[in-house]
């Protein structure tokens, strides 16, 4: 007679043989790494790169961090934040694969449950992403039924069997798969296992990848050609750029440019498919299509788009050549209703960003740019299209891949940073930044170039002051001025003595608002304080 015990093996069977944690632990990142890889590839297949695992978590994470969080990672890792957030969250798959793998073996419905659950998380993600259909669920349950796959292969004897029936003497007792030990001889093939599960998940990350640049290649507008503008810019005065080496150009170019936003993939939308809606508190909602924006008299304009997060002498702002249609013509086309007070823009990732109507009505070369420095807008800054406002701070203003365009109150919607903290509406700091010398320069003794920008958008630098210590402030020569728009070069001469020493300079705009001394940080609307550098003398 049998006895039928349907729980755990007895220790005969499960003891010494079965691999260590070690291995088992290896085998649970390779199930993971197997379910990213397919999971990849299903996204890339259904043209929602967007919807794999790591982009869908990794953007879920980024609107769900508290506002202090992003600020910290903006601050620390500069432009690098999203590989260092991609890495992080890849390091948090691999640490809890590797916990499911080393269960496996004693508990392997709970390891399964586990990968299911994770997997659940991911296609969660995905869904929750604004745009989202049931087929961005699909690239998660692909992996997840990869990774169950790849853990039962890894640690299956070669000859396949569900619950196992096994036989010690008068007992028969019935083993899950993933309990039964590994006689030393499947060892050399369970190897052979791991290398290809790695193998297969490489490869099919990698096509996914290859399959997502190829189609992102064909959209992104290279090919396109610009009409010229109806209503272009004013020359720029030969001596707006000084020639200061260490000094950056007067014009930013386009791959120099700050990039500032919260899409960990950049949106690729092919300009035959993108359209604008213009609607909310308007008589007649319009629809616009790139080719009828093409169609329509351009307006080129120099402005220099700042982030409220730069800090007192940071790098978020940049100046270029917008090429774009006057965007209070357009608003004026749809009928703007009375009561309207702010532009709620959306991209196609579903940020938004609040304006303030009376800015972009008020005469102001507000834009909707497509084109920038002479190219259709790069797909990291907007393409196909995005909003230029000069004297806004870019997260109430700048709305790149910008699909929709809601009249509304500013009682009524807030905005992506809006709901979380910052200001309403954002006009943009005087600011100014010494660039030359750098910081902690060691320089010699005897008159030393002191050369920098600084910028007060739409109202347009009067005056920079340069201090060395103590000293009173004194006047720096002004490069020529393009426009209240953009930024301005400046620069002056300083006498160095031996020592330490700390340069400071501060701005005055056209209407004799001087920058004031007190720091503030860039929560809620820009920080403020004087740009200090401090530099040895020799
Ligand atoms: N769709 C979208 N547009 C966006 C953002 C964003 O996160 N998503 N960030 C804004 C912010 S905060 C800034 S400062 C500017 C930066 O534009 P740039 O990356 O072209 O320099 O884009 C704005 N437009
Ligand atoms: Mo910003």
């Known amino acids: 007679m049998a006895a039928s015990i349907p729980t755990s093996p007895p220790a005969a069977v499960s003891a010494g043989r079965t691999p260590g944690a070690g291995v088992s632990g290896v085998f649970g990142v390779l199930a993971a790494a197997l379910a990213l890889g397919v999971a990849e590839l299903t996204a890339a297949l259904v043209g929602r790169p967007q919807a794999g695992p790591l982009l869908a978590v990794g953007s879920a994470v980024i609107d769900a961090s508290p506002a202090w969080l992003k600020d910290f990672a903006i601050r620390t890792f500069g432009t690098a934040d999203k590989p260092v957030l991609l890495l992080t969250l890849a390091a948090v798959i691999a640490a809890a694969s590797a916990a499911v793998g080393t269960a496996a073996p004693r508990r392997p419905r709970l390891a399964i449950a586990a990968l299911a659950g994770l997997a659940a998380i991911a296609g969660a993600a995905a869904l929750s992403r604004p745009g989202a259909g049931l087929i961005d669920a699909l690239p998660a349950a692909v992996g997840a039924a990869g990774s169950s796959f790849a853990l039962l292969y890894t640690r299956r004897r070669p000859r396949p069997a569900r619950e196992s029936r096994i036989t010690l003497g008068d007992v028969v007792c019935y083993v899950h798969p993933l309990q039964l030990p590994v006689p030393a001889a499947d060892r050399r093939a369970l190897l052979t296992r791991g290398a290809l599960v790695l193998g297969a998940a490489v490869l099919t990350g990698g096509a996914g990848r290859v399959i997502t640049s190829a189609r992102q290649a064909s959209a992104d507008g290279r090919a396109l050609v610009l009409p010229p503008p109806a209503a272009p810019a004013r020359p720029l005065p030969p001596s707006v750029g000084l020639r200061v080496p260490g000094l950056g150009p007067f014009t930013t170019p386009n791959d120099a440019f700050y990039r500032v936003d919260t899409a960990l993939i950049v949106p690729r939308l092919p300009h035959q498919e993108w359209t604008l809606r213009i609607h909310g508190l308007v008589d007649r909602p319009v629809e616009l299509s790139f080719a009828q924006v093409l169609a329509r008299p351009l307006t080129e304009r120099d402005i220099t788009l700042t982030c409220v997060s730069n800090e007192v002498g940071g790098p978020y702002a940049g100046n270029a050549r917008w090429l774009g249609v006057d965007l209070a013509t357009l608003l004026r086309e749809a009928g703007i209703q009375p009561g309207a007070d702010q532009i709620l823009s959306r991209s196609a990732d579903g940020w938004t960003a609040s304006t303030a109507l009376e800015s972009v009505l008020d005469g102001r070369d507000a834009l909707l740019a497509i084109a920038m420095n002479g190219s259709p807008l790069p797909p990291a800054h907007g393409f196909p299209a995005r909003m230029i406002v000069p004297g806004l701070y870019g997260y109430v203003s700048a709305t790149k891949w910008v699909t929709d365009l809601k009249l509304t109150r500013f009682a009524d919607e807030r905005a992506y940073w809006t709901r979380r903290g910052w200001a309403e509406r954002a006009p943009i ?98 920080a403020t304080g004087w740009h200090t550098v401090l530099v040895t003398v020799t």
């Open 429 to 526: 700091k005087t600011a100014s930044r010494i660039e030359v010398p750098k910081p902690f320069a060691e320089i010699p003794a005897g008159p030393v170039t002191v050369a920098g920008t600084a910028w007060a958008q739409h109202r347009g630098v009067a005056a920079v002051e340069v201090r060395g210590d103590d000293a009173p402030w004194r006047p720096a020569d002004l490069a020529a001025s393009a426009g209240p728009d953009t930024w301005r070069q400046w620069h002056t001469t300083w006498q160095a003595t031996p020592g330490q020493h700390r340069l400071q300079v501060r701005a005055t705009d056209a209407g004799g608002h001087t920058q004031p001394a007190e720091r503030m940080p860039p929560i809620p609307d820009g």
